[in-house]
Structures are given as structure tokens and as C-alpha cells.
């Protein structure tokens, strides 16, 4: 895909985002690595509903802005993650209400944010590692994404939202949305004990599909 449709597709798939509520305001923003290295990313304070392709913020490979607006402060989330996950080729990152919301309760296992619920969380996003609140610009939250070390392509951040890797900016917005609407079941039957998959369920789609979850191997 050449650069001006890159370019339409993150103002595409943000007005979808956008418009289904998954983000409010100016919160969320996108990125997409280029094959020069360089990066295509929203720019800082602009809705997802009304991005211009004009406007998209192109870094180069050093991160320095080359063209368009200033892009969003929050790129060190997005930098963090491509550089632990060099499969990355889209992240995107909202302030989506479920996910949030789990990220608030009290039994969540940093490891696995989310149990496996359904077949398409276990193979869109796979498993879901939870980073503690940082204030809004601190640089330690980069660092806590580093130290997951890329084994989670999605990540989400206390109190504030998910961040979340593709090897697509498509693969990338439907791990955020499957997560979102995870997170919404999660919620719906908190306290009326579901069945989630079982391991053997797990353990079935991981083979059939030859998926990668971050604790395969570790027992756990
Ligand atoms: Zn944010």
C-alpha cells in the first residue's frame, strides 16, 4: 500500500473508531511504520473522527518530525513497542471505556489481563499485559512496556487505555476492538462465574492456528 492510502486508511479506521465511541475527544492516536523507517502518526490533540490525511504527522527513522502537524506526545507508548516487537507495523492506542474499566479492578493478573473468553481473543489478541498508572507524559511507562520485552503485541495501561500492536494497521484496530469488547464480557459477568475456555481449549486454537501466547512455555 503506497503512502496516500496509508494515510486515508488511518483516517478511516479512526473516524470507525471514533464514531463507535471507542475513543472520546482527542484521546487515541495511531501509527504505522513505514518501509524507509520512518513513521506515519496522529497528530497531538486531534480527534480521531476528523483527521485530515494532510495533516498526518510523517517522522522519520530518528523520530524527527519531516512533515504535518506536531504528532501526538504519546508516541513513546508507540516507540516502546516497536522496538521490543519488530513484527509491529501498526499500533493503536484509545481511551476505550471497558478496557479501562478492568484495568481499575482489583483481581486483574498483570500477566493476563483478561482470561480467554472467547476463540478471537485468544487468536486476534492473545493475551493482555497490564502496566501500572504513570502520569500523563512520564517516561517510566515507556520503560514499562520495554520490560515486557515485545512478548505481548497488546498492552493495556492502568487507568488510562489499551496500546495495542499489529503486523497491519487493520490486524492492529481489530486486536483493539476484540480486546474492547472482551473487556465488555469481562464486565458483564463479573460475580455470575462463566465458563471461560478451558486450557485444553486454548491449547487446541494455539496449535490448529500456530499462535504465540506470551506464557506458552512457562507453565503458566
Ligand atoms: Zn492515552
Redesign the pocket.
Known sequence: MNEAKLREAICRFGRSLFERGLTPGS??NISLRLEDGGWLVTPTNASLGFLDPARISRLDAQGSLASGDAPTK?IPLHSALYVTRPSARAIV?L?STHSVAVSMLPEIDPRATLPPMTAYYVMRVGQTALVPYYRPGDPAVADAIRSLAGRYSSVLLAN??PVVAGETLEAAVFATEELEETAKLYLLLRGLNPRYLTPQQVDDLVSVFGLTLPNSGHGD
Request: glycine share 28%; aromatic share 0%; charged share 15%.
Open positions: 484521546s487515541g504519546e492506542h481511551h488510562h487505555g
